[in-house]
């Protein structure tokens, strides 16, 4: 993410890449481009992060991803997107589960 959002989402991920619904994602932030998301791959095993990097790819302006090398649990996800979302100066920011 390259410039600053609006509302930055934090949307922390483990083992996500069967239920990622990357259309959504894409599909609202073609709805407000004033928000971002930043993903949290939490240390997944599987294709989660690959499937963040392709979305983070198709649009560096509305996507992110802080990638965590080991398994931390859902609480250290959101501490850590949520420390770096407070640093962009986005206007609000929050978080979001990847299921929607």
């Known amino acids: 993410m390259s410039s600053t959002p609006r509302t930055l989402l934090v949307v922390p991920c483990y083992n996500e890449a069967d239920r990622l619904d990357l259309p959504a994602f894409r599909a609202c932030v073609a709805r407000d481009p004033s928000v971002a998301f930043l993903f949290v791959n939490d240390g997944s095993s599987d294709a989660t992060l690959a499937r963040l990097r392709e979305l983070e790819a198709g649009n560096r302006e509305a996507f992110g ?7 931390s649990g859902k609480a250290e996800a959101v501490r850590a997107g949520l420390g770096v979302a407070f640093k962009s100066n986005a206007d609000y920011v929050g978080y979001w589960d990847a299921d929607l």
């Not at 991803?65 to 398994?71: F, K, Q, S």
């Open 65 to 71: 991803v802080l990638d965590l090398a080991r398994n």
